[in-house]
């Protein structure tokens, strides 16, 4: 009867320890939980390790327009979709008033900084590098904090985002409509002692991860000026005129606009440029594909992998927060098959933050929301998809978005404006130039992600037999590429 069931019998005294809340579910009971305090030595409350530590409560903050931000110096504000652990994404960076930079001191972040998710999936974990802007708020859904000199805060990181750190977050957690980890219980998490050797050798892993990942910022930034270049647009100063006269033909009557935003001088010099080399529009240069909106009724907690546009960026895709049922899976089988995006699909954000473009480099085992549109390159040898990639990503086109989609609240990119979209066909040697330096810096990207691995596994191996076998793992493995 009870066959392939987990029990764990407990005398009292042990059901009372480490159990402030007197919880007396099965879930905090799991025999992996008891196994750790009976098997790792020296634990000690994350508490003892925090120097500072706080989680804003905001009040009816509101996010504001990019445009008005920018030129009024208003503040970021970080939320939990723009982390990827233990990066920061800063592609779809909202903005909200300086009003609330003077109301929630405590809510601004500072480098080296370990954030972590406490309301929602509690499941990332990153940290503020030294290069990220100062002028930005965390929200309340992140816990912010710095490590005092009990231990390295990269190895603290590590352990947070590891099996171990990740099975603790998860047994704190308060599972309501939204999960929700308090401070008392985050402070509760065990975390083992470590020597200062190991710690060190974590240390070296992470500035190699972080020197990897700021190389791929150089790399695809040579690419991005090569292209800027090549159009005379590297010295790119939008205009601030306000006027700009013009007649029904050459407005209504072509793009069926007359809002004054839409002919703003900045764009037109933009276009005109760009159009006085070789361009074309973005319809004759890819096939375009849209996918399908489930609805939020067929959301689980596991199933097909659902990719909206939170979990999409110019350098890559991110964990989907969202799964799709297996009832909707089976009742839409073969249109699924359909719109499972292949290798050298570039996938394009048209709704929210719009403009997102990313090249796949392997086939996605899910499906993207209908905000994703699905880009296909007719011609090879006259566009690669490298290049493409990058040209949507540039100044060039984020202008043509925020030119068309520009005045709501929530933006949305129509298709029939997508497809008119200006690209510049550059030389296809630079073209190919471009690609090797994109490539180049995915390279560089994957091997941060491989030693970000190397170093979770060390920590794990630490904790499960001894610090020197995880050492030896550490050569072992330190040196070799990602082959994914």
Known sequence: MLEGLEISVLNLSEVLFDNTNKRIDSEYYKKEFINFFKNVPNLNPLGSFVKEGYRVVYENTKTIDKIEAIEGNH??????????????????????????????PKGRIKKGEILIEVKGKIDKVSIVPGDFPEKTLVTGSLFKLSVNEKINKHVLLTYLISKYGKAFKDRFKTNLLISYVSKPDLYRIPIPSFSNEF????????????????????????????????????????????????????????????????????????????KSKNFDTLNNLVDIKKSIEPGSKNYVENGLPFMRVADLSKNGLSEPQKYISEYFVKENQDKIKKLKPKKGTILFSKDGSVGIAYHLRQNYNGITSGAILHLNVKDETRILPEYLTLALNSKVVQMQAERDAGGSIILHWRVGEIENVVVPIIDFDKQREIADLIEQSFSLKKQSEHLLEVAKKAVEIAIEENE????AYIKTKQNVKSST
């Open 75 to 104: 503040p970021y504000f970080l939320q939990a979709t723009d982390l990827d652990t233990p990066f920061i994404k800063t592609d779809n960076l909202y903005y909200v008033h300086n009003d609330e930079w003077e109301r929630y």
């Open 199 to 274: 710690q060190l050798k974590i240390d070296e892993i992470f500035e190699t991860i972080f020197s990897s990942k700021n190389a791929f910022k150089e790399a695809y930034k040579e690419a991005e000026n090569i292209l800027l270049e090549e159009i005379d647009l590297q010295n790119l100063t939008p205009s601030k005129e306000p006027v700009n006269v013009k007649s029904f033909k050459d407005s209504f009557a072509t793009s069926g606009r007359l809002d004054a935003e839409y002919y703003q001088l900045k764009y037109e010099k933009v276009v005109d440029k760009v």
């Open 468 to 471: 020197e076998n995880a050492l």
